[in-house]
């Protein structure tokens, strides 16, 4: 893990874990900071919504391309962070030959899933250069004029962040911005905020709201970063995930054993399952 007082310690060769790649390319004020971002990570990792992107960013940083830095606001910032990318030129072994390559430093002022994925959604954006975020930005027009917005909370956080927000920026950044927000609104659901955030919807109620946008994501976006991650970090990804699904699946089968059958002893029917609050 990368240690505090300004040092990164590089991660040990051979490692596909995203979240052990981020934390060894990061920059952080103690250890503290490290523990939460690693923590939130990890979260973020266990969600398929989430993960090709934590995969893909793992594979900059293991490239040299990608370091994060955490640390403090200062007090006439106002962002929570931001994305500054380098141009540079690397050698690549694979064509022999130097090529023009962006590195980026993404610093993180407040410690959230959804600054996290705001960031790395906007490196995404630079990277991709055939992806154009005007047709991501139909797919939202579209989904919202349709009106499936039915959760209230949703809707008055998608009017703030998504509407009122973006008239604070030229018109020419208002494709990106959406882009980069949406997957905030993916990393402020219930599910990963937690009650830190408390924004009153889930994630399922945020797919189901958006259907061409989650189309054009799964179907258009998500193929082309995976065409660009290493091919042993998604499947160290992919295995991890599945084995947590297995595990996850086997307790809820132990804890329904032990409640099901109401014709045990009485001091059997007492034995009460812990689940995550």
């Known amino acids: 893990m990368g240690k505090g007082n300004g040092d990164?310690?590089?991660?040990?060769?051979?490692?596909?874990?995203?979240?052990?790649?981020?934390?060894?390319?990061?920059?952080?004020?103690?250890?503290?900071?490290?523990?939460?971002?690693?923590?939130?990570?990890?979260?973020?990792?266990?969600?398929?919504?989430?993960?090709?992107?934590?995969?893909?960013?793992?594979?900059?940083?293991?490239?040299?391309?990608?370091?994060?830095?955490?640390?403090?606001?200062?007090?006439?910032?106002?962002?929570?962070?931001?994305?500054?990318?380098?141009?540079?030129?690397?050698?690549?072994?694979?064509?022999?030959?130097?090529?023009?390559?962006?590195?980026?430093?993404?610093?993180?002022k407040k410690i959230k899933a959804s600054v996290i994925i705001h960031e790395l959604a906007h490196m995404i954006e630079n990277e991709l250069y055939s992806f154009k975020s005007k047709q991501f930005h139909d797919c939202f027009i579209k989904d919202m004029r349709a009106s499936l917005i039915s959760n209230l909370s949703l809707q008055t956080i998608i009017n703030s962040k998504l509407v009122n927000d973006l008239k604070l920026y030229p018109a020419s950044e208002h494709h990106a911005e959406v882009f980069a927000r949406f997957f905030?609104?993916?990393?402020?659901?219930?599910?990963?905020?937690?009650?830190?955030?408390?924004?009153?919807?889930?994630?399922?109620?945020?797919?189901?709201?958006?259907?061409?946008?989650?189309?054009?994501?799964?179907?258009?976006?998500?193929?082309?970063?995976?065409?660009?991650?290493?091919?042993?970090?998604?499947?160290?990804s992919a295995n991890r995930n599945k084995n947590a699904k297995r595990s996850a699946s086997w307790s809820n089968d132990k804890v329904h054993s032990i409640h099901a059958d109401t014709k045990k002893p009485q001091w059997r029917r007492t034995v009460k399952s812990i689940k995550d609050t």
Request: hydrophobic content about 40%; glycine content about 4%; overall charge negative.
């Open 184 to 236: 905030e609104l993916i990393c402020l659901c219930n599910e990963i905020s937690g009650h830190e955030e408390n924004t009153g919807y889930d994630l399922l109620t945020l797919c189901n709201s958006f259907p061409n946008l989650m189309h054009y994501i799964n179907n258009i976006l998500k193929p082309k970063v995976l065409d660009r991650t290493y091919t042993d970090i998604t499947e160290y």
């Open 8 to 108: 990164i310690i590089k991660v040990e060769h051979g490692s596909s874990c995203a979240v052990t790649i981020l934390l060894s390319h990061s920059i952080a004020k103690n250890e503290q900071y490290l523990a939460k971002f690693a923590n939130i990570l990890h979260k973020m990792a266990s969600y398929p919504e989430l993960d090709y992107i934590l995969n893909f960013a793992a594979t900059k940083a293991r490239s040299g391309q990608l370091t994060f830095e955490l640390k403090d606001t200062v007090f006439f910032e106002l962002d929570s962070g931001n994305c500054k990318a380098i141009q540079g030129t690397m050698f690549n072994h694979v064509m022999n030959a130097f090529r023009n390559e962006k590195k980026y430093l993404i610093s993180i």
